[in-house]
Antibody, heavy 121, light 109 residues
Framework: QVQLQESGPGLVKPSGTLSLTCVVS?????????WSWVRQPPGKGLEWIGE???????SYNSSLKSRVNISADRTQNQFSLSLTSVTAADTAVYYC???????????????WGKGTTVTVS | SSELTQDPAVSVVLGQTVRITCQGD??????ATWYQQKPGQAPVIVLY???NRPSGIPDRFSGSTSGDTASLTITGAQAADEAVYYC????????????FGGGTKLTVL
């Protein structure tokens, strides 16, 4: 089955750029899926960061939009997150996830990576 | 911006039934999806759509929607169900946004 694995530096300096990659294994980045990044600050809830759609279009959380870029490389079966001008508030576990949107108005994320901890310090 | 509202905490006696709710205007268009998260683990999807359970999720988990409120019901709660539950939906009215509720901590007594 499809598995996701996040990778990237675990420590980023303030004002720097956080860069993570999610590798998709066990299947292809099929064109009817949306690929998302979600984060969770310590002791807090889940926050959607953004996604790349089957057409390659991107959507971002309005609160992070000015600092986020998500891209996909379907030939390499991976997608990436870049978050600029980071502060301590960006310290979190970062997850990548596979999403599905249906014509019946279902939206769900059925496959998640295990998450990677990023500390800004 | 879109929001989904959940009660921060709910408790249930072992073997009894508990309902966790999620309210928000995005639920009028898109069904809620429910995720279970245990400490130190990634979220796991437990319910999506009208009342669909992924393979491996026990049938004691069920869902319903009425207007702008979705509910996750656990019938005969087990100790293994103690976790934080998040609802999630999509807002396609403008630039697509994905929203999560704040999470409900379920304690099984």
């Amino acid at each position: 089955q499809v598995q996701l694995q996040e990778s990237g530096p675990g420590l980023v300096k303030p004002s720097g750029t956080l860069s993570l990659t999610c590798v998709v294994s066990g299947g292809s980045m099929s064109k009817n899926r949306w690929w998302s990044w979600v984060r969770q600050p310590p002791g807090k809830g889940l926050e959607w960061i953004g996604e790349v759609s089957p057409t390659g279009a991107t959507s971002y959380n309005s609160s992070l939009k000015s600092r986020v870029n998500i891209s996909a490389d379907r030939t390499q079966n991976q997608f990436s997150l870049s978050l600029t001008s980071v502060t301590a508030a960006d310290t979190a576990v970062y997850y990548c996830a596979r999403g599905t949107v249906t014509s019946s108005y279902f939206y769900y994320m059925d496959v998640w990576g295990k998450g990677t901890t990023v500390t800004v310090s | 911006s879109s929001e989904l509202t959940q009660d921060p905490a709910v408790s249930v006696v072992l073997g009894q039934t508990v309902r966790i709710t999620c309210q928000g205007d995005t639920l009028i268009q898109f069904y809620a999806t429910w995720y279970q998260q245990k400490p130190g683990q990634a979220p796991v999807i437990v319910l999506y759509g009208k009342n669909n359970r992924p393979s491996g999720i026990p049938d004691r988990f069920s869902g319903s929607t009425s207007g702008d409120t979705a509910s996750l019901t656990i019938t005969g709660a087990q100790a293994a169900d103690e976790a934080v539950y998040y609802c999630n939906s999509r807002d396609s009215r403008g630039d697509p946004q994905v929203v999560f509720g704040g999470g409900t901590k379920l304690t099984v007594l």
